[in-house]
């Protein structure tokens, strides 16, 4: 059974760090780019980055808003994706999801709360 | 990068069909064939319906269709059922690697 499990999400205050991490199993995890998506409470889906595979040189890329504040990171031998999120700001207030094999797995998200 | 443009709602009666347009521009759907449709019901993470335009994952119904035009992309559901009621996301590459989601649309089935 496919599963991608993500953790870290929590309460932290505008300027603070926080570590996402998504757990996979059940797929071939090393062969798949892996995704981040963020939904804001009662909004739309906004895609956030991602990283391609040891093939492709671990390639990543990120929206605009947060290029320079986020770092999507990867450890193959964990099976397991990382969303570091520093400088955080109120807006990135959202779930997280991650999202693997071409966005057919999704995990279940993480809630990330920027407030003081 | 500017979101996709999706109705805000839509709405069908059982049996009908309903299509979701998403409209961008040359540069992400009109410029790639790499569109695609998530299906999200409340509370749940989205799943994914129609992958580069046309294309349907393994176990998803045949009620589902992709097409695109131009810059704009479509969804078709046809012989609509209750449980279709949920919001619909596309998205598209924009290239430079990166995506762009639609606002997402309502579906009502009545």
């Known amino acids: 059974e496919v599963q991608l499990v993500e953790s870290g999400g929590g309460l932290v205050q505008p300027g603070g760090s926080l570590k996402l991490s998504c757990a996979a199993s059940g797929f071939t995890f090393s062969t798949s780019a892996m995704h981040w998506v963020r939904q804001a409470s009662g909004k739309g889906l906004e895609w956030v980055g991602h990283?391609?595979?040891?093939?492709?040189?671990?390639?990543?890329a990120y929206l605009a808003s947060v290029k320079g504040r986020f770092t999507i990171s990867r450890d193959d031998s964990k099976n397991t994706a990382y969303l570091q999120m520093n400088s955080l700001k109120t807006e990135d207030t959202a779930v997280y999801y991650c999202t693997g094999h071409n966005d057919g797995y999704w995990g279940q998200g993480t809630l990330v709360t920027v407030s003081s | 990068q500017s979101a996709l443009t999706q109705p805000a709602s839509v709405s069908g009666s059982p049996g009908q069909s309903i299509t979701i347009s998403c409209t961008g521009t040359s540069s992400d759907v009109g410029g790639y064939n790499y569109v695609s449709w998530y299906q999200q019901h409340p509370g749940k993470a989205p799943n994914l319906i129609i992958y580069d335009v046309t294309n349907r994952p393994s176990g998803v119904s045949n009620r589902f269709s992709g097409s695109k035009s131009g810059n704009t992309a479509s969804l078709t559901i046809s012989g609509l059922q209750a449980e279709d009621e949920a919001d619909y996301y596309c998205?598209?590459?924009?290239?430079?690697?990166?995506?762009?989601f639609g606002g997402g649309t309502k579906l009502t089935v009545l």
């Open positions: 998205s598209s590459y924009t290239g430079s690697s990166l995506r762009v």
């Open positions: 990283i391609r595979t040891k093939a492709n040189n671990y390639a990543t």
